[in-house]
């Protein structure tokens, strides 16, 4: 067997055979916090402005609407601008 090979494989083995050693970390340990419980606080300092409505009117009339036609769609824009 190749010498090289050997050793390669003998680093494998005794790596998969090797107990992993778990170092105990204090609870507050930011390193050992759970993805979920992580919620730093936010560095984004902008003003804020709320949107109420929408600039233009926007009829979502895709692929279900198949019997709108003209005077449905009219009726439908006059309630919206309403």
């Known amino acids: ?5 050997a050793l390669a494989l003998t680093l494998v083995l005794a790596a998969v055979a090797a107990p992993a050693q778990e170092t105990a970390a204090p609870a507050d340990d930011p390193a050992r916090t759970s993805f979920m419980d992580y919620n730093p606080p936010s560095t ?3 003003p804020e402005h709320p949107v109420e409505r929408a600039r233009h009117p926007f009829v ?3 692929n279900h609407q198949f019997d709108l036609d003209e005077p449905k ?3 439908l824009l006059t309630a919206l601008r309403s």
């Open 44 to 46: 984004l300092k902008v």
């Open 73 to 75: 769609l009219r009726e």
């Open 60 to 62: 979502d009339v895709h």
């Open 1 to 5: 067997m190749n010498p090289r090979l």
